[in-house]
């Protein structure tokens, strides 16, 4: 009987250690975000991809309209910068959770945006916090909301 219960103990430690392992690599995602010099939120934001475990490369461009039309980012869903990852794209300052979470469900989307630059979305931290949405949109500039933070 306490040899069962060793046993049951051990599988259950091993799937907890597997199960672990499955949900890191979810979000050790390489993420490409292409952003201007001097813009210091976009690198906030970078810093809180990495913070949660997304493996980020930083391509400075000084202009980015060319590098949204080519990942089909919507106008009125741009930011002020623009990532891609595993074959999504993510627009602006949208939270790290949203975009681990994006990755797991693989939708039928060309990927995330948070439009604008709210006060509050990571990287853009200071001030008094803004509501704000998460927009999961697709080809052709279809849009709907995928989270509220």
């Known amino acids: 009987m306490k040899t069962n219960r ?9 799937i907890s250690v597997i199960g672990g392992w499955a949900s890191a690599s979810a979000f050790a ?5 292409y952003k201007t010099p001097w813009c210091g939120c976009c690198s906030g934001w970078t810093d809180h991809m990495q913070a949660n ?10 202009d980015l309209d060319a590098i949204k ?15 891609v990852v595993d074959g999504y794209v993510i627009e602006g300052h949208v939270p790290a959770e949203d975009v681990a979470r994006l ?10 945006s948070v439009p604008g630059m709210p006060i509050g ?13 998460v927009m999961l949109f697709g080809p052709g500039g279809s ?6 933070h």
Not at 104 to 111: H, I
Request: proline share 7%; with cysteine.
């Open 53 to 62: 475990g997304f493996s980020v490369t930083t391509k400075e461009v000084e």
């Open 103 to 112: 990755l797991s469900e693989r939708p039928d989307a060309k990927g995330l």
């Open 6 to 14: 060793l046993r049951t103990a051990v599988v259950a430690l091993v």
């Open 69 to 83: 039309r080519m990942a089909g980012v919507p106008e009125p869903l741009q930011s002020c910068h623009t990532a």
């Open 29 to 33: 995602a390489e993420l490409t975000v």
């Open 143 to 148: 849009a709907e909301v995928y989270a509220r």
């Open 121 to 133: 979305s990571p990287g853009m931290e200071g001030g008094t916090p803004e509501g704000y949405d």
